[in-house]
């Protein structure tokens, strides 16, 4: 008995610990979305390619860690998730995570990178990401590819945000929170 | 609303804020000290523009929520606990009021830019509130689990 109410806490537990960590997320995303990336246009061109390579190396530790660590919580939940809360469900937060974390390396990972890269930089990018040179990227100008980021990102701040309130939804019915 | 319910709501706003510290803390305010005169007071007004609605007002709804669960809160949650999670807020917000903000404001009209002294007491010291908010979270996120789970 002691067991059954001791794994039912750890459920419960993960499933907020990925409350916490999506929040997090959709803190950052909409800041980078409304107030980092727009800051870039105002940055010097003689400043911008250090404060772009700063930039990136300083995002690694506040971002990826509560973005892996949501991962990672989304996955155990397979195996532990609270009775109210069904696979269905998880299955959609993953999908979500999938086609966040897909399209981050296939198409804002290489546009942020180009941005501000110098000609050594580029052919380091087509390196890791060939298709580039295909859409015609490496030819564009700074301006044309700092537009088409801050455009298309919008679909990945979508994507976050949606991933924070699918977590918000299992909460609700996971935690019984509306019959307390 | 059940008191379980609008605790809930507090965790999430606590960690969205959580999420803007780090923005702040880690992507945005050390990137400004490479930015040269001329160009830094067009990013940092840039930059305050857009933290009324994403940052002031989630960071107040919080503050005023910190303050009802002193008066709605689930029964297994002590006041003592409340009382700590409340005074990480308070210090966070009073330490902006008697430090950071009016760095910000001497900074906004420094000609030095991002050699400003005065940023260079922000990026000394902002951890601290960093932490604060932080710690915020991770008091509501005890408390929730002790109450939920």
């Given at each position: 008995?002691h067991f059954?109410?001791?794994?039912?806490?750890?459920?419960?537990?993960?499933?907020?610990?990925?409350?916490?960590?999506?929040?997090?997320?959709?803190?950052?995303?909409?800041?980078?979305?409304?107030?980092?990336?727009?800051?870039?246009?105002?940055?010097?061109p003689k400043?911008?390619?250090?404060?772009?390579?700063?930039?990136?190396?300083?995002?690694?530790?506040?971002?990826?860690?509560?973005?892996?660590?949501?991962?990672?919580?989304?996955?155990?939940?397979f195996?532990?998730?609270?009775?109210?809360?069904?696979?269905?469900?998880?299955?959609?937060?993953?999908?979500?995570?999938?086609?966040?974390?897909?399209?981050?390396?296939?198409?804002?990972?290489?546009?942020?990178?180009?941005?501000?890269a110098?000609?050594?930089?580029?052919?380091?990018?087509?390196?890791?990401?060939?298709?580039?040179?295909?859409?015609?990227?490496?030819?564009?100008?700074?301006?044309?590819?700092?537009?088409?980021?801050?455009?298309?990102?919008?679909?990945?701040?979508?994507?976050?945000?949606?991933?924070?309130?699918?977590?918000?939804?299992?909460?609700?019915?996971?935690?019984?929170?509306?019959?307390? | 609303?059940?008191?379980?319910l609008?605790?809930?709501?507090?965790?999430?706003?606590?960690?969205?804020?959580?999420?803007?510290i780090?923005?702040?803390?880690?992507?945005?305010?050390?990137?400004?000290?490479?930015i040269?005169?001329?160009?830094?007071?067009?990013?940092?007004?840039?930059?305050?523009?857009?933290?009324?609605?994403?940052?002031?007002?989630?960071?107040?709804?919080?503050?005023?929520?910190?303050?009802?669960?002193?008066?709605?809160?689930?029964?297994?949650?002590?006041?003592?606990?409340?009382?700590?999670a409340?005074?990480?807020?308070?210090?966070?917000?009073?330490?902006t009021?008697?430090?950071?903000?009016?760095?910000?404001?001497?900074?906004?009209?420094?000609?030095?830019?991002?050699?400003?002294?005065?940023?260079?007491?922000i990026?000394?010291?902002?951890w601290?509130?960093?932490?604060?908010?932080?710690?915020?979270?991770?008091?509501?996120?005890?408390?929730?689990?002790?109450?939920?789970?």
């Open positions: 008995m059954i109410m001791e794994n039912h806490k750890v459920k419960k537990s993960l499933l907020l610990l990925n409350l916490g960590l999506s929040s997090i997320g959709i803190g950052q995303i909409w800041l980078v979305q409304l107030s980092a990336y727009p800051l870039w246009a105002h940055v010097g400043e911008f390619h250090a404060y772009h390579i700063f930039w990136w190396h300083s995002i690694w530790m506040p971002i990826f860690i509560p973005a892996g660590a949501a991962i990672v919580a989304t996955i155990t939940m195996w532990f998730r609270p009775p109210k809360v069904s696979r269905s469900l998880i299955w959609i937060a993953c999908i979500i995570l999938f086609v966040t974390y897909s399209l981050t390396y296939l198409w804002w990972a290489p546009l942020m990178a180009l941005i501000g110098t000609p050594e930089e580029v052919n380091g990018i087509l390196h890791w990401a060939p298709y580039v040179s295909n859409m015609g990227w490496n030819n564009e100008t700074q301006q044309q590819l700092y537009n088409l980021l801050i455009n298309s990102h919008w679909l990945r701040v979508a994507l976050i945000t949606a991933y924070g309130i699918l977590i918000f939804y299992m909460s609700i019915l996971g935690l019984d929170v509306k019959k307390k | 609303m059940t008191k379980e609008f605790l809930l709501l507090n965790l999430v706003l606590a960690f969205y804020n959580v999420g803007t780090w923005a702040h803390e880690i992507d945005i305010f050390r990137t400004w000290k490479l040269n005169g001329k160009t830094f007071h067009i990013v940092q007004k840039a930059h305050w523009k857009k933290l009324p609605y994403w940052v002031f007002i989630p960071v107040g709804i919080s503050f005023i929520g910190s303050i009802i669960l002193f008066w709605y809160h689930p029964n297994k949650i002590s006041i003592t606990e409340i009382g700590i409340f005074a990480s807020q308070f210090l966070s917000h009073l330490f009021g008697i430090f950071w903000g009016p760095w910000q404001a001497k900074l906004s009209k420094d000609e030095l830019g991002g050699a400003s002294p005065y940023l260079k007491k990026l000394k010291t902002h601290i509130r960093t932490a604060l908010i932080n710690a915020y979270g991770l008091i509501l996120l005890y408390m929730t689990i002790q109450t939920l789970s």
